[in-house]
Structure formats: structure tokens, C-alpha cells
């Protein structure tokens, strides 16, 4: 099952991640993505973040961090740092080399962005739902819009990808 909607997690968030964990609806994606935090604090953060998604039904990706994703109990892991060892993975794609990096690897998930300017890369080129398109053709698996995403960019493009993920507007 993919999620339709998918809360990227970061600093950012602060203390604004559990209200917003807690406000996602039952099968929404997270993909825990703490890669400057210290090793402890991260495995504790991902322990927590995990059993609230199990109690909430959201489908739990852990970034970076195969290991940590099936301790974590992961449903996927995202940009492993190595060997999956059967978790599915997702992997980002921002140009034609890496959506078909992502076919070839055989990624299970591509995560196509940015389609729009978003806060989180201020100054950085968008895609533009056009090019967005195409690059989740090529990557041939189901593709999730991500960057400066809400429902209402979704609804002209969910003909082509399988759901949408943010940050800000999901933050409660």
C-alpha cells in the first residue's frame, strides 16, 4: 500500500513533529529524516516515531539508515546507505540520470521534486509539473510529487503519481 500523502520529517519541525504526526491520517507516509542528529538521539527519535506510527496506521520510511529503518520496524527505507537486505526502498529523483539510476536499482518508490520552489531549498530550479511528469514516466514505478506540494497542487497531477509529500504543509 502507498501512502497519498506523505509528512517529510526534519529539525525543522522542532517540537511541531508530534502534533503533526498526530494530525496525519491513518495511512499517510513518514520518512524520518534526522541525518545530523547524533546516532542515540536518532535511534530514540525513530523508536518513538515508530510506535506512534504503528498506533496510528502511517507507514513509517526511515532515511539513510538501513540498519536503523528495520529496527525501526520500517515499511521501507529512503537513499539506503547501502544493501536493503529486502526492505523496499525509495530513492529521490531530480533528473533523467537518476530516474533511471532508480529504475535500473530497482527502487519500489521514486520520490520525483522539486516539482514547485519550496521553502526547504530556497533559490533552487522547480521541475514544473511538465518535466515532473516526464521524469516519473521514465523511472517506470510509482512516483510521489514532492517539494512545495499541498492536496491542492496534487489534484491536477494524481493521474501520474501515486500521492504527494511535504513538510510545511503538512506541519500542524
Do not use: C, N
Not at 37 to 57: K, Q, S, T
Not at 142 to 170: K, N
Request: hydrophobic content about 50%.
Amino acid at each position: 500500500m502507498l501512502p497519498r500523502q506523505t509528512l517529510f520529517t526534519d529539525d525543522r519541525l522542532g517540537d511541531r513533529l508530534w502534533p503533526t504526526l498526530e494530525a496525519l491520517p491513518r495511512g499517510s507516509g513518514v520518512v524520518l529524516r534526522h541525518d545530523s542528529m547524533p546516532e542515540e538521539e536518532r535511534e530514540r527519535l525513530a523508536m518513538e516515531v515508530a510506535r506512534l506510527a504503528r498506533a496510528r496506521g502511517l507507514l513509517l520510511s526511515v532515511a539513510g539508515d538501513v540498519a536503523l529503518a528495520v529496527r525501526a520496524g520500517a515499511v521501507m527505507v529512503h537513499r539506503p546507505d547501502g544493501p536493503s537486505f529486502g526492505l523496499p526502498f525509495s530513492l529521490p529523483v531530480h533528473d533523467e540520470a537518476e530516474a533511471l539510476d532508480a529504475r535500473r536499482r530497482g527502487a519500489a518508490l521514486a520520490y520525483v521534486s522539486p516539482v514547485h520552489a519550496t521553502a526547504s531549498h530556497p533559490g533552487a530550479p522547480a521541475l514544473g509539473e511538465a518535466a515532473a511528469i516526464r521524469l516519473a514516466r521514465l523511472a517506470a514505478m510509482p512516483a510521489i510529487a514532492l517539494g512545495g506540494m499541498d492536496a491542492g497542487r496534487y489534484r491536477p497531477l494524481a493521474a501520474h503519481f501515486a500521492g504527494w509529500a511535504a513538510i510545511s504543509a503538512l506541519k500542524t
